[in-house]
């Protein structure tokens, strides 16, 4: 492996582990955002579903190496989110996002 793809896959693991361990005992979803807008966020899951979670004005945004930003994840952005269900609703009370390149990956080579 090259000292690049060993920099890039530890960095890809320094994202995802701590907010794998850092949350409640809420239910998450993980994945990428294919849509958004002020009411919902579709995910893309990683086995390739999709799951439409409801955002309100409580949900609250946490971002992780992203420039430029209003605040809020961008389709193709990488999200876990913290939900509460209410029947076959999903409401996201805490989005954290990253953006899909990761820094390693967009310098020169």
Known sequence: MTTLRIVT???LLTLWTPWTFAHGTGQHV???VA???ASHIEVTT???G???VRVTQNTRYRSQNVTGTNG???PGD???I???RDGDVLTATEVRFASAKSPAASGPR
């Open 72 to 74: 809020l994840p961008k």
């Open 46 to 48: 990683p086995k390739g």
């Open 78 to 80: 990488r999200v876990v």
């Open 50 to 52: 999709n799951v439409t």
């Open 82 to 84: 913290e939900v509460t």
């Open 30 to 32: 993980l994945g990428t």
């Open 9 to 11: 896959v530890l960095g």
């Open 35 to 37: 849509a958004i807008d």
